[in-house]
């Protein structure tokens, strides 16, 4: 067990409170019930999650397209369907079970990506009504998402209390870890089975103090 007792708990959102690989699914769905309304084609959001499971990332919808013989689709509003649309995700069980047990305590959340994405998938998992402060990074300067400092200045900023009595609870330790455990923070990364970042650390000031593969793992005293 990892002891947080008595910290500002602050919290990632993708692969850490939710499966991402659920919003891809959605948006795959989305973006294919389009097509079947528009051209009459069915089967992509099959292709864009067989192509995902393959190891493709941003390539998905171009290569499904090509796969389908309907490479004369513009992708541009595709990916923006699916940014945009409103997700049908859930919370991992470990992550509800959680926030039951943090209750009024005081937490936060940071997250990188599109602002509007991001803030979907917050409000399709009820989280406005759960977390204290909400930081999503794509509504700062360009350049300030993770690992940028401004995020976690303005989480300190909120809860009034140093650095040394916050918690980060992330998964990607190419970004996530580094800058909090620069300000004095204590660093958790949980790597779950079906995440779908590599989540390696480059060098050993990127690893998070503590590796976890449940939120259960995670005594608040």
């Known amino acids: 067990m990892v002891e947080i007792a008595n910290q500002v708990l602050v919290l990632d959102l993708d692969d850490t409170l939710y499966l991402e690989r659920d919003f891809a699914l959605s948006g795959f769905a989305a973006v294919g019930r389009h097509l079947k309304e528009s051209h009459g084609v069915s089967g992509y959001a099959d292709h864009c999650a067989r192509l ?31 940014r945009g649309h409103a997700p049908e995700i859930a919370l991992a069980e470990d992550a509800r079970r959680l926030l039951d047990r943090l209750g009024a305590r005081a937490s936060a959340i ?47 900023q909120w809860s009034g209390r140093p650095g040394a009595e916050h918690i980060y609870i992330a998964d990607n330790a190419a970004k996530d870890f580094l800058t909090p455990r620069a300000r004095g923070w204590t660093t958790v990364q949980i790597l779950r089975e079906s995440r779908i970042h590599p989540c390696t650390a480059p060098t050993p000031e990127h690893a998070a103090h503590h590796v976890v593969g449940s939120l259960d793992e995670l005594e608040l005293g």
């Open 110 to 156: 940071i997250t990188d990506g599109p602002a509007q994405t991001q803030g979907n998938k917050v409000a399709a998992l009820g989280l406005y009504e759960r977390i204290g402060k909400v930081i999503l990074t794509g509504l700062l300067p360009e350049g300030c998402g993770k690992p940028h400092a401004m995020a976690y200045e303005m989480v300190e």
């Open 52 to 82: 995902l499971d393959e190891g493709h990332r941003g390539t998905v919808f171009d290569a499904a397209l090509a796969a389908m013989g309907l490479a004369t689709i513009e992708v541009a509003p595709l990916v923006a369907l699916y």
